[in-house]
């Protein structure tokens, strides 16, 4: 098996969606006030980044096949949500024993 580790996360996928959309995050900002459960967390990350990357746009079955939008969703499946979730875990905790 090879390593497909990419700056220290799970795959280039979850180092990207990271960086790019949750650095510097607030969560209560958005919404979100809980930082107590991975999974939950995780699961409102997964939505959030649907929303944010789907909003001007609608799967609609009767359509054709967006390529573009087939490409952001086989992208976004890769990333490893309870990784960023428990990153966002533990930094809150770091800041709030300092």
């Known amino acids: ?5 990419y700056n220290g996360w799970t795959n ?6 990271n960086l790019e959309i949750f650095d510097g995050f ?12 991975a999974y939950d967390l995780a699961e409102y990350l997964k939505d959030y980044v649907e929303e944010v990357i789907f909003s001007e746009h609608r799967y ?5 096949s967006n390529l573009m939008e087939d490409y952001a969703r086989a ?3 890769e990333v490893n949500w309870h990784e960023i ?5 533990e ?3 770091a800041e709030n024993q300092e």
């Open 1 to 5: 098996m090879s390593d497909t580790k």
């Open 12 to 17: 280039y996928a979850t180092w990207r969606i």
């Open 26 to 37: 607030d969560h209560t900002g958005h919404g979100y006030d809980g930082l107590d459960d």
């Open 60 to 64: 609609d079955e009767r359509a054709p």
């Open 75 to 77: 992208f976004l499946q």
């Open 85 to 89: 979730a428990k990153h966002m875990i």
């Open 91 to 93: 930094d809150h905790i």
